[in-house]
């Protein structure tokens, strides 16, 4: 199983505040998919990156793939209290069927 | 579309007792999957088909079954429960592997073995 980090475990800050969470692993990964999961419910799939390098805009949320796609990270800017939750980030390996996936950054994004 | 439905929402087992834990995705996808989350572990695939009437074993298969009799369900047997396999468990359908695109989960079970 290749690990994918994710950091911080976990995150508290102020509406209107920025933050970036990290996902990094020793491994290339195929491509990364990044997710949001609310108490109570399954992951719901943010974005799939693909290409060392590239940059996905969903909105206030900004998603990176390193070059040599072995980590992510998220941006959220001005953030609000509808942000709050868990991301998840999840890696393709080349080969094989399965997601490697991060334990999570919990975000909380009070008024 | 209803999308991934599960049931039970939650279940309470004791030590030895077994279940299965029901699971159903209107969207005809071929693949599906099952996966625990513990609090600190992430989530982790524990069995998962790639069709109707193939299954396979992913990183946490010990203590569960599973059998695709159709493209449509996909249920989940504890076989004999122990209190490890106190969890949230997810069900999930893509339409293709879960590497090469989106998944879509249930709103998961929860399952308290005492």
């Known amino acids: 199983t290749q690990l994918l980090e994710q950091s911080p475990q976990f995150l508290s800050i102020q509406e209107g505040e920025n933050l970036t969470v990290y996902c990094n692993s020793s491994s290339v990964f195929s491509s990364l998919q990044w997710y949001r999961q609310e108490p109570g419910e399954g992951p719901v799939l943010l974005v799939t990156v693909v290409t060392g390098g590239e940059v996905k805009k969903l909105k206030r949320l900004t998603f990176q793939f390193g070059d040599a796609r072995k980590d992510s990270s998220l941006h959220i800017t001005a953030a609000q209290p509808g942000d709050t939750g868990l991301y998840l980030c999840?890696?393709?390996?080349?080969?094989?069927?399965?997601?490697?996936f991060g334990k999570g950054t919990s975000l909380l994004v009070t008024p | 579309n209803a999308g991934v439905t599960q049931t039970p929402k939650f279940q309470v087992l004791k030590t030895g007792q077994s279940m299965t834990l029901q699971c159903a995705q209107d969207?005809?996808?071929?693949?599906m999957s099952w996966y625990r989350q513990d609090p600190g572990m992430g989530l982790r695939l524990i069995h998962y088909?790639?069709?109707?009437?193939?299954?396979d074993q992913g990183e946490v298969p010990n203590g569960y079954n599973v059998s695709r009799s159709t493209t449509e369900d996909f249920p989940l047997r504890l076989l004999s429960a122990a209190p490890s396999q106190t969890s949230v468990y997810f069900c999930?359908?893509?339409?293709?592997?879960?590497?090469?695109?989106?998944?879509?989960f249930g709103p998961g079970t929860r399952l308290t073995v005492t």
């Open positions: 969207m005809n996808h071929e693949y």
């Open positions: 999840a890696g393709a390996p080349n080969s094989g069927y399965a997601l490697n």
């Open positions: 088909s790639v069709g109707a009437g193939i299954t």
């Open positions: 999930a359908s893509s339409y293709s592997t879960p590497s090469g695109g989106e998944q879509y």
